[in-house]
């Protein structure tokens, strides 16, 4: 299985990456990113899945709705943002049987799964985004927790943005979710969507490799085995295993969105450290969050 893919690999009917069950081994998650501008116009039907839509970077889109059964169309307007690195931005939950068109102008990306229930709609301005710095010292990184159970009310999905600055690690210690046991482990599929860029407040000049790294690897008898550079537009799939750390090279930072979610009968995110290195997580009590972040616009 591949489970790795560089830039322009999941292209498809217009889309710049498109991950669905149409390829092997896919079930429980979605990811589509897109390019908009001189009125391209990205038409979605109703189907069984629900969305979160937000923009990576441009001035911003409209989305228009409407659910099964319903007459007319609502719409509502999504504040885009300068870079991935600049912040949170707005989002837009839609729950399955809808249909959608989304305009505007920049790159929209929109995390699916496909659910049990409808769920209500949400709008969740950047302001409203809860923003953590998780870790500390080469460990600390930057999450915006927009679909996670405590925040979204989402019938199967969690999703996050991720922002880790130059140097530093992220999934550290390496852990799992690919084996339900209630209260202690979620089986989730996961979607790692990347951009890089040089450094907050360093000009590289030209020219420059913006560059990070993932690492996965088995923690049972499926194999899996993945030790990539990434690159903005690359995706990475973890269908099961042992996964981190997500590395972001000395002077580039390190974005991803994660989708993820699974057959599980609760909507939860329980891990599983590798017990070769759990301990790493005890050393942060004596270090201090990264004073670089978080990153803002």
């Not at 989304?102 to 496909?114: F, H, K, L, N, S």
């Not at 590395?247 to 909507?267: E, H, I, K, Q, S």
């Amino acid at each position: 299985m591949t489970w790795f893919f560089k830039k322009g690999k999941l292209a498809k009917g217009g889309w710049d990456v498109i991950v669905d069950g149409s390829l092997p081994g896919w079930v429980h998650t979605g990811l589509r990113v897109g390019s908009l501008g001189d009125g391209r116009v990205f038409h979605i039907e109703a189907d069984g899945n629900e969305r979160i839509i937000f923009a990576l970077d441009g001035e911003g889109f409209t989305v228009e709705y409407r659910l099964v059964g319903e007459k007319d169309y609502a719409s509502q307007f999504l504040n885009g943002r300068k870079t991935v690195f600049h912040g949170p931005t707005d989002l837009l939950y839609l729950p399955m049987n809808t249909d959608l068109r989304i305009t505007g102008q920049g790159r929209v990306a929109i995390g699916e799964a496909p659910a049990r229930e409808i769920k209500p709609v949400r709008f969740m301005p950047a302001g409203e985004v809860p923003v953590f710095v998780r870790g500390a010292g080469s460990s600390s990184r930057q999450v915006h927790n927009f679909g996670v159970p405590e925040v979204l009310d989402a019938s199967r999905f969690i999703v996050v943005e991720v922002i880790v600055p130059a140097g530093n690690w992220s999934g550290v210690p390496p852990h799992k979710h690919d084996t339900f046991v209630e209260g202690i482990e979620s089986n989730l599929e996961e979607i790692y969507y990347f951009e890089t860029a040089v450094a907050r407040g360093f000009d590289a000049g030209e020219p420059n490799d913006p560059v990070g790294y993932l690492r996965a690897y088995a923690s049972d008898g499926r194999q899996i085995d993945l030790n990539v550079e990434v690159r903005s537009g690359d995706v990475g799939l973890i269908p099961f295993g042992w996964h981190g750390p997500a590395m972001a090279a000395p002077g580039y930072d390190l974005y991803f969105f994660n989708v993820m979610a699974g057959p599980d009968p609760d909507r939860s995110w329980n891990i599983t450290d590798d017990p070769n290195h759990a301990w790493i997580r005890q050393t942060w009590h004596s270090q201090d969050a990264d004073p670089r972040l978080p990153y803002t616009a």
